[in-house]
Nanobody
């Protein structure tokens, strides 16, 4: 079974930066898509970054220009660099993955808390 384990969350001041990491294990098929979702209290779950195996990325307007997703295929690891953090970015961040090129992400991590103080 595929497992995704996140790390790097924590408390940061507004305007600061954090880098999240996610390591995939138990992978027997190629994870052609990986990404990061976030869930904040009182708000809908939001995909904040996605990346295809070939390197193509996508971001919603809420984080575009501030967040950058990347992956190291050899290390089975995906990263999320978060800059210019705002209090509105406070949420639990989940690593997600799928072997399919389209459709929903079917593998989810346990999440890591990011708290931005002002």
């Amino acid at each position: 079974q595929v497992q995704l384990v996140e790390s790097g969350g924590g408390l940061v001041q507004a305007g600061g930066s954090l880098r999240l990491s996610c390591v995939a294990s138990g992978v027997i098929v190629s994870l052609n898509r990986m990404g990061w979702y976030r869930q904040a209290p009182g708000k809908q779950r939001e995909l904040v970054a996605g990346i295809f195996r070939g390197g193509t990325t996508n971001y919603p307007d809420s984080v575009k220009g501030r967040f950058t997703i990347s992956r190291d295929i050899a290390k089975s690891t995906v990263y999320l660099q978060m800059n210019s953090l705002q209090s509105e970015d406070t949420a639990v961040y989940y690593c997600v993955a799928s072997p399919a090129w389209v459709g929903p992400y079917n593998y989810w991590g346990q999440g890591t808390q990011v708290t931005v103080s002002s």
